[in-house]
């Protein structure tokens, strides 16, 4: 048995919360939210963000930071631009070389850092490791089967691929996290370009080279970074990319196929309750780009549509007018 604390009781957080609990592990979930906290603890579901789920019932749930950073493993599920409040919380609590897992996706728009960046300056004494890949919280938390990358040191990942590996939760490691972050969270915006493809009728073939077009220029920002390309052909590229950019399920997919029916960021924004990353992550990638001179013009295309006002036909006509290049490039 492993003492597991999940920082997060959004969807993703009680999926891993239920998966681990399932598993055998001592899990506590921290929520921010007091009536939250009090409403799964009574109901043993958390109706907000996983309704229809009857959660484990040996989840502990707690809303003192000071009672969940004394597990083996903390999995910390704030939303990318939540994270470093998140981890400044909790720095002060840390024993050293305590395991801090980073299972949010995205760049941080302020400072244009990786996540992994982002925690090794707020917790320098921290060991530091990234749970990334194709995976729908319902489906985890239902004990569905599915895969993640674990991205992390050689020691470090190997002593959590031991212990964070479940019957429904096929862990595949590496050690390069810029290749895993870069992957993770740019197929969110590619998956919003997915969507506005769907919803506009385009057909699955334009899908279908929209998704290894956005595969090459997540590859060129990887790579540009210190990445490497043959990381982004393993769950936290392809198999990312497969699930998220063809799925209702996805909040990217369906915030583009709302865009193409032609509801306002702001409309959809305020219809949901859980985040949706690729909208952030798009300024994050494109500022990030645009500094290192990487050339993303689906990631560019929706920035421009999600912030500067560019309608969604200019930005197909931006794209279906670039000229035609090598397949590697």
Known sequence: MTRISVIGAGAWGTALAQCYAT?????????????????ITECG????????????????VKTDLSEIVTADIILNVTPAQYLRESLKQIAPL??????????AKGIEISSHQLLSDVAKEECPRARIALLTGPNFARDIA??????????????????????????????????????????GSIKNVIAIACGICHGLGLGE????????????EIARLAEAMGGKRETLMGQCGVGDMMLT???????????????????????IMAERESVTEGVTTAKAAYELATSKNIDMPITAAIYKCLYENLSIKAALDEILNRPSRHEYE
Not at 45 to 59: D, Q, S, W
Not at 94 to 103: A, F, G, P, S, T
Not at 152 to 171: C, I, M, P, V, Y
Not at 205 to 216: D, E, K, M, N, W
Request: aromatic share 4%; hydrophobic share 40%; glycine share 8%.
């Open 45 to 60: 579901e958390n109706k907000k963000y996983l309704a229809g789920v009857k959660l484990h019932n040996a989840i502990d």
């Open 94 to 103: 840390l024993r050293d070389n305590e395991i801090i897992v980073i299972c």
């Open 205 to 216: 073939s334009a899908r279908a080279a929209l998704v290894t077009r956005g595969l090459a």
């Open 245 to 267: 950019c063809s799925s209702m399920q996805s909040r990217n997919f369906s915030c583009g196929v709302a865009l193409a029916e032609g509801k306002t960021l702001d409309q």
């Open 23 to 39: 598993a055998g592990h001592e899990v506590t979930l921290w929520c921010r939210e007091p009536e939250l906290a009090e409403q």
């Open 142 to 183: 239902n004990g569905l089967p599915s895969a993640s990358t674990l991205a992390a040191d050689s020691e470090t990942g190997q002593t959590l691929s031991e212990k964070l590996t479940a019957r429904n939760l096929r862990l595949y490691t590496t050690t390069d996290m810029i290749g895993a972050q870069i992957g």
